[in-house]
């Protein structure tokens, strides 16, 4: 058996007669697992905030708009437009069970609009109540979206952005005192009932969501007198079926607007759906770039380890002969110096370890305001990454170990009890 007590006191003698190479050993490892864990924190922060930006448009939709056609159909021309009217909606939902959400979006650039002295040029947006939750357009604490009266009666209410809120109102105005006052759009007056919670938007296709105005898809057909929607927003039951739900709108729209399905020009789809999945395949390349470069830097350190134990097996050589000679094991003569390289190991991966976690707790505690550095999110050490810390960790202390342990067991007794 293999006396565990011993390994440590044989590690504490080597640690005294070689202090300065055993601390710069270890140090080696601390700054090696300092390196991968806090490039695999910064990527896992980047990925967390990236995947909440993302988001911020909406989660699980796919944005369509109609083109023109390319190619003859059916005796009718090419050049054709295709518009969505408000009917789509219904039609499309009927025959696609595998739609759980849709609406209309209907859109007016550069509209006046209005509080007391103050006017702004803003976009204007007619949408559904399925409008809140496809595009991820929260309220603050006080106020609320579009509801299904609003569309019923046509009311004339109005959900802001947080920074057009701000800049009609001004940022120290509570939320809550801003529902109820009334604004002018293109001169008409406008109840507002809520006001966009701040959020980060990375996708958009209209200009981000902070800064425009949201009224009922009735109110602003009422009002502008707009029969074609800009565009429709779709939401899958199934994320995992959206190819084939783009597949079932494409075909769908073609009986109803008379065009070829082939023709890649009549309609134009969005799937962020995919677009999400490309990007996790980058993000995951990315972070093991980050793993790889972490790595290459904590083997090098684990180079200092095996020669560390290279010392202690020529210095010790006399006294590995005598457990020989005594009756010792090849096995037992391995383990001794590949545990006492995985003590080292972890020693400094530890340490490194602790140091990573204080860094990251005070990183994650700092009030950032800078937008470019909000963007970047903050360092994150997830059990995935103290994983993959601690098995690199095992795997270097393991080789480093291997072949200083494997030339001691490979010590003639007699030769070694010779050696000086």
Known sequence: MLN?????????????????????????????????????????????????NQKGMGEGIMIVWGGQTSMPYKGLPRGRPIRFEKDVVEFLKERIPQIEMIGGEYTRWGQSVANKSKMFNRMVNGVYPDYEIMRNMIPEMGGRFINQLDM???????????????DLFGANIPREEIVGQTIEINGMKF???????????????SGPDWNRAVIPATTFHGIYGHRYFNNLVVKPRDLSKTEFVEKRI?????????????????IGVWNFIENVKTFNNVMLGMQIFFGLIGGLTLLVAGVGVANIM??????????????????????QVMAQFMLEALLIAFIGGGLGILFSVVITRILGSIDI?????????????STTIAIITASILGIIGLVSGFFPSRKAASVNPVESLRYE
Request: no cysteine; charged share 25%.
């Open 310 to 331: 290279y010392v202690a097996v020529k210095e010790r050589t006399t006294e590995i002969g005598v457990k020989m000679a005594l009756g010792a094991k090849r096995f």
């Open 191 to 205: 109840t507002v009932i809520g006001v966009l919670k701040k959020k980060m938007q990375m996708g958009m296709y």
């Open 152 to 166: 019923d009666l046509k009311r004339r209410v109005v959900f802001l952005g947080n920074e057009l809120a701000d």
């Open 250 to 266: 494409i075909e769908e729209l073609s009986g109803k607007y008379k065009f070829d399905p082939a023709d890649e020009s009549t």
């Open 4 to 52: 565990i007590k011993l390994v440590f006191k044989m590690f504490w003698r080597e640690f005294k007669a070689q202090k300065k190479r055993m601390f710069l050993t270890i140090l080696g490892i601390v700054w090696g697992t300092m390196s991968i864990t806090m490039l695999l924190a910064f990527g896992d922060g980047l990925r967390n905030q990236l995947d909440i």
């Open 369 to 381: 305001n800078n937008e470019a550095l909000l963007w970047l999110g903050k360092p994150n050490i």
